[in-house]
Every structure is written in C-alpha cells, then in structure tokens.
T-cell receptor, first 115, second 113 residues
Framework: DAGVIQSPRHEVTEMGQEVTLRCKPI?????LFWYRQTMMRGLELLIY????????DSGMPEDRFSAKMPNASFSTLKIQPSEPRDSAVYFC?????????????FGPGTRLLVL | TQLLEQSPQFLSIQEGENLTVYCNSS?????LQWYRQEPGEGPVLLVT?????EVKKLKRLTFQFGDARKDSSLHITAAQPGDTGLYLC?????????????FGSGTKLNVKP
C-alpha cells in the first residue's frame, strides 16, 4: 500500500495567488481529513469528509479556503487568494474504522510558503 | 487555547535516560492516541488507549490513560537517538458515533548519543 499521497511536497507562491493542494487517500478508507500545522497553533483540523461528503468544516479559517472530494480517491484544498499567514505544513490523513480502532494515516504533508 | 496541554514542550536528554511526557485536559475523552512525528513527515500513530486506567506497552514505551480519561502519560525507558521526534497526543470526543480527535501542542524530544 502506497499510503496517503500528497502533492506538491513544497510550494512557494506570492501573496494573492491561488494555491491547490492535492491528496490521494488510502484505498478503502472512508474518512479524509485536512490538517494544518504551525509552530504557533500546532496541528489543527480544517475539514473532514465521510464517503466523499464534507461533514465538518468548522476549522476552515475563512472563505479563502475551500475543499472538495469529487471521488473516493482524490481531494483538494484550495486557498484563493493566498496570504503570508497561510504559510504552514498542510497534512491530509485518511482513516478507516475497524471495530473500536480508528487508525488515522497521515500523508507526508505539503510545506507551503506564501511570500 | 489548546484542549490538550502537553508538557514539557521541549526535552533534551542523553541516551540511556528515562523520561515521561504528559498530556492533560479538563475534558473527558472517549479515547486517546499518541503519535510520533519525524522532521519532514506526517505523524505516525503509536497507540490508542480507550479505558480509564489502561496501560499499554510498546517495547520501551509505556502509555497510560488516566482513570478519569482526562489525561495521559508516555514513559520512555532507556531512550535512544532513534526516539528523537515530536510526540503528539490526541484526544477523541465522540459525536454521532464518530471520534473527532483534538491534538495537543506536542513535546519535542531530542536524545543525544
């Protein structure tokens, strides 16, 4: 199994540009999560999907952020327009439920720098 | 304000020493997880504890869930340089049969050879 795949691994962009982060979850997992990690705020949940449907987007910072999951094997997180304070590492994770065990698998992350 | 507070934030020790990392909250959790994250990678799940007072061992790592399910500890015996990394706890709050996990601020461990 390839694990959770994210692209790109690094992104440098200028303020005001659109940024799109991509994620391929592990096959068979029915939950997908987008997290953001910074030194100041730690690891924060932005949004999660169940069976491709967005369930809770209460962690999305503002309207500049949007996420989609058009099918079970692909999700995007878009920032438009980007701002320097969006600089962070963005993780995608997928989870399956196996009895009471809920094992969450993280991707390697996308390191975003907005200049 | 973090739902889960971890202490210490940073820990630098010599190989062979023992250490304990704490994860505290005023909330009661349905389960608690510990992760280790290495630079440039995503967190990797180490263990899940679900019962108050539960103790789990993973080689030299011992995890304990508090009796009231509000806190947890991670104890490492005879630390090795390979234990270096960021340790994160995550508490699960159950809502509509789904566990939403909230992460602590993390403890950055450096084990010197």
């Amino acid at each position: 199994d390839a694990g959770v795949i994210q692209s790109p691994r690094h992104e440098v962009t200028e303020m005001g540009q659109e940024v799109t982060l991509r994620c391929k979850p592990i096959s068979g997992h029915d939950y997908l999560f987008w997290y953001r990690q910074t030194m100041m705020r730690g690891l924060e949940l932005l949004i999660y999907f169940n069976n491709n449907v967005p369930i809770d987007d209460s962690g999305m910072p503002e309207d500049r952020f949007s996420a989609k999951m058009p099918n079970a094997s692909f999700s995007t997180l878009k920032i438009q327009p980007s701002e320097p304070r969006d600089s962070a590492v963005y993780f995608c994770a997928s989870r399956r439920r196996d009895g009471y065990q809920e094992t969450q698998y993280f991707g390697p992350g996308t390191r975003l720098l907005v200049l | 304000t973090q739902l889960l507070e971890q202490s210490p934030q940073f820990l630098s020790i010599q190989e062979g020493e023992n250490l304990t990392v704490y994860c505290n909250s005023s909330s009661v959790f349905s389960s608690l997880q510990w992760y280790r994250q290495e630079p440039g990678e995503g967190p990797v799940l180490l263990v899940t504890v679900v019962t108050g007072g539960e103790v789990k061992k993973l080689k030299r790592l011992t995890f304990q869930f508090g009796d009231a399910r509000k806190d947890s500890s991670l104890h490492i015996t005879a630390a090795q340089p390979g234990d270096t990394g960021l340790y994160l706890c995550a508490g699960g709050l159950l809502l509509y049969n789904f566990n939403k996990f909230y992460f602590g601020s993390g403890t950055k461990l450096n084990v010197k050879p």
